[in-house]
């Protein structure tokens, strides 16, 4: 079989214009508008921008909680995990919530519960590879009609009346489509209904003009299973019947583009390349933007030779067909679970003084890739480089890896011991000791087969540098706001020995090590080592960053984050004068921010104790155009999903969903004391 080379950009032929689309072509972004938060991301740019500026550096500190809704009662058990980013529509606040997913809608000015709908699936929902609330759901309406829309626990697709709560009997089978049905793994066998492995957290998209978008998900990869699991897909449907529409194969089949690169017709017993996070629209173009996770498994790809399209891909399809329009990989042949996260940004920026339409997308390795989304050229040069190349037995090693040059990477990559922890001299001694029997390297230094004489692993930074949440976007500055944490990996793969699992000639032995409660707070810093019970590494643990988005540059950089308890109280750093903003993450790096008129907003991703001696987190606000603090208020426990905002009755909110260690999922709605 031959193999053709897909590095840099691929644009389809139906698509015309260059890299500089015409100043009449490219419309004003408003983000998400009237006051309201209609989809979860602002708007299907994912930009996280409202123009409502109420609330301001003045007085953000004046921000009292006006309303909570508890969750802990809604489901079997208690959800602590909370990442649900809710919309609001016509003063209806509407969200999922709880360990079952149920789906709630609640008066925007009091949080008063005006209906549930919830769907007890069972088995199917037991088997399920991505459980819990999600991270919320989409709405839909044509100035008659209001339609709610979410996917359930066992991958069932939902249509609501929004007014009532009650499923729409005309969509699907009585409001249901079951996409397990769509599923396949290997050559094209149908999945198990109950125990198939298939799911999403991510909420579907759906368009003005009534197409429904949805991607799918599946378990974690750093040991799955079996490399012959459920393949990935991206499905698209009719808002008013739930009749299926297209189908677009991440992996594709026979005949279909992209599939001479799975070498030794691997596509026919791999699976995953899923799409778990959120998918972007530009109707104007009519284009979607699929961004595309990894193949089975994560550290090993022995099993999968060749660049195996359209793993860790960007790609652009016809809104109306799911024909592919254009695609770019972002890491070939990937190894490191460096798969993209979350959502495509659709920003208009000014390139040399002309506009352009571009798609930005964040990631894991703390790289931001840009491109006309149009034509799916690059903005700025991105160049193949080498990579250095592993020795595990049986893997395929890409030569070369695509690089942005700009804008710069905005969080460290690659471990050197210049990056370990350096409080005093001793601690950094002792880490260097420590590290001797890991590998350390630049970006995209692959995995080891660990041996106890060393190396164990090697030491990944970062791993998840942006999670799901993404970035916001200020459609008035041309500015990208990104949060990125600086959470190693130990990458150690073993033989493996489980009769379960005999299709798979190594897992992972370490992978999934992280900092641990004892770096930078839930896992800002350790990589699963540790220095005296403080972080490997040296601060900041996590950060958010500024972006031009006109000239690729860096505007400004400040920690996210009081610093953890645990380094704080170190007797190891007794008479070390530390900063008490170090910043801080949970385990995952899964912080999102908001931006509005003049704000930056997000909130702390774990438990620290205040001078007032309580313990939560804190909701904070930083000067937009300089990165300066801007105000502070208490939240009883870290942010789950990202903070959205809506006018209502005259007075602006601020609503955003927590959760933690033994604290049940909780909606806070901020508003002005006295408002």
């Given amino acids: 079989m031959t193999m053709r080379t897909y590095c840099g950009w691929i644009a389809g032929a139906a698509i015309v214009g260059g890299l500089i689309v015409s100043a009449t072509l490219v419309e004003a972004q408003k983000g ?15 930009t996280h921008y409202s123009a409502l500026d109420q609330i301001k550096a003045e007085n953000f500190n004046d921000l009292q909680i006006a309303w909570r809704f508890k969750t802990d009662s809604l489901g079997p058990r208690p959800e602590f995990r909370f990442e649900g980013t809710p919309l609001m529509a016509h003063g209806v606040l509407y969200t999922t919530a709880g360990s079952r997913r149920d789906v709630v809608a609640l008066d925007g000015a009091t949080g008063e519960l005006l209906w ?16 819990l609330s999600g991270r919320g759901l989409a709405y839909w309406t044509d100035g008659k009609e209001e339609r709610i829309i979410y996917a359930t626990i066992g991958y069932q697709l939902v249509c609501l009346d929004a007014k009532t709560g009650l499923p729409v009997s005309s969509f699907g089978q009585k409001g249901i489509v079951d996409m397990k049905k769509l599923a396949v793994y290997g050559n094209r066998q149908p999945i198990d209904l109950v125990t198939g492995e298939i799911g999403l957290h991510a909420t579907p998209a759906v368009t003005k003009s009534g197409v429904i978008l949805v991607g799918s998900a599946f378990l974690s990869g750093g040991s799955p299973k079996t490399h012959n699991n459920t393949k990935g897909m991206a499905l698209a449907f009719d808002v008013h019947t739930g009749k299926l529409l297209w189908q677009f194969n991440t992996i594709p089949r026979p005949g279909e583009f992209g599939n001479d690169t ?21 109707e104007d173009l009519g284009l979607v933007y699929l961004p595309v996770e990894m193949p089975t498994g994560d550290y090993f790809g022995g099993t999968r030779p060749g660049n195996g399209l359209f793993g860790s891909t960007l790609v652009a399809v016809d809104l109306n067909t799911g024909k592919r ?42 790289y931001l890739y840009v491109f006309d989304r149009v034509t799916g050229k690059p903005i700025w040069p991105m160049d193949e480089k080498p990579v250095p190349k592993g020795d595990v037995p049986g893997e395929w090693y890409s030569p070369t890896q695509p690089m942005p040059s700009k804008p710069p990477a905005y969080d460290r990559q690659g471990t050197s011991e210049k990056d370990l922890i350096d409080f ?47 970035g916001s976007y200020d459609p008035e500055t041309h500015t990208l706001y990104i949060f990125s944490a600086a959470l190693p990996r130990l990458l150690g793969l073993v033989p493996n020995s489980d009769p379960n699992k005999s299709d798979m000639a190594y897992i992972s032995g370490m992978a999934g090590a992280r900092g641990g409660r004892g770096g930078g707070g839930e896992g800002g810093g350790g990589g699963g080592l540790t220095v005296q019970g403080l972080p490997l590494l040296k601060p900041p643990y996590a950060q958010i960053t500024a972006i031009d988005m006109d000239k690729g540059e860096i505007r400004w950089q400040v920690p996210h984050g009081t610093t953890p308890d645990n380094i704080r109280n170190s007797p190891a750093l ?19 921010t908001l931006v509005t008129k003049t704000l930056v907003i997000s909130g702390e991703g774990t438990f620290t104790t205040t001078v007032s001696g309580a313990r939560g ?12 603090d801007a105000g502070a208020v208490f939240m009883p426990a870290p942010q789950g999903g990202t903070p959205m905002t809506y006018m209502l009755n005259g007075k602006q909110y601020i609503v955003v969903t927590v959760g933690g260690s033994n604290y049940a999922g909780e909606v806070l709605a901020y508003r002005l004391s006295g408002a």
């Avoid at 549930?116 to 459980?131: I, N």
């Avoid at 254009?326 to 042949?333: F, K």
């Avoid at 190894?335 to 920026?349: F, T």
């Avoid at 000791?433 to 080891?448: N, R």
Wanted: hydrophobic share 35%.
């Fill in 32 to 46: 998400a508008s009237n006051g309201e938060w209609p989809t979860y991301g602002g708007d299907l740019s994912n």
């Fill in 116 to 131: 549930v709908h919830r769907e007890d699936e069972g088995e199917r929902a037991k088997a399920a590879p991505r459980a």
């Fill in 262 to 282: 799975w070498l030794n017709d691997s596509w026919a017993n791999n699976g995953n390349t899923g799409i778990w996070g959120q998918i972007a629209v530009d």
């Fill in 325 to 366: 329009k254009w695609h770019y990989q972002l890491v070939h042949h990937d190894i490191w679970d460096m798969d993209i996260p979350s959502g495509p940004m659709l920003v208009n920026i000014t390139i040399d003084g002309k506009p352009v339409k571009a798609v930005a997308q964040p990631t894991k390795q703390c």
């Fill in 424 to 470: 005093t001299p001793e601690l950094h001694a002792e880490a260097l000791k420590l590290v001797s029997k890991y590998k350390l390297g630049p970006l995209f230094t692959p995995p080891v087969v660990s041996k106890e004489e060393g190396p164990l692993a090697t030491l990944e930074l970062p791993s998840d540098g942006s999670n799901w949440p993404g």
């Fill in 574 to 592: 007794k008479g070390v004068k530390v900063s008490d903003r170090l910043g801080n993450s949970n385990s995952q790096g899964t912080i999102g």
């Fill in 617 to 628: 987190a804190m909701l904070r606000a930083y000067d937009k155009a300089t990165g300066k």
